[in-house]
């Protein structure tokens, strides 16, 4: 998905995609006559779930922190680790341990704590759809 700025919620759209799609698509116009075009998949291939995190503000958290940054987080590792955690806003043991992992995964210091490193990694690993897993 294509995010714009910090909210990262608008929808990839590709010009050059949507070029080539109206061209499949439409009828061409040849020496004056109209050819029509094969008609165009009906389906687009399968993507995997993406997950939208709406906050910008990354302050250091940790247990017992609470807010917008800790939801992001929570959102993040879900879809970086394809764990369940509620992005609920409260950084909690569940939250502390899918951290862990991911610094783990990323191989950064396994401290729990989401500062300035683990941020830019998880964010990093959002942005391209990385999978810890694989």
């Given at each position: ?7 990262r ?5 590709s ?5 080539r ?13 109209l ?56 950084f ?7 951290t862990?992992?991911f ?29 810890c897993?694989?």
């Amino acid at each position: 998905m294509f995010r714009s700025g910090a909210d990262r919620l608008l929808p990839e759209v590709s010009v050059s995609l949507l070029s080539r799609a109206a061209v499949l698509t439409g009828a061409a116009l040849i020496g004056g006559g109209l050819i029509a075009a094969a008609p165009a998949a009906t389906a687009a291939p399968a993507q995997a779930q993406h997950f939208h995190c709406k906050s910008s503000d990354e302050p250091q958290i940790s247990v017992g922190a609470t807010g917008p940054a800790v939801e992001k987080a929570q959102c993040e590792l879900n879809s970086v680790l394809d764990r369940h955690v509620t992005a609920d806003g409260k950084f909690g043991p569940k939250t502390e341990s899918a951290t862990i992992a991911f610094q783990g995964c990323a191989g950064l210091s396994t401290d729990g704590i989401i500062g300035p490193d683990t941020w830019g990694a998880l964010d990093l690993w959002w942005w391209n759809d990385i999978d810890c897993h694989k």
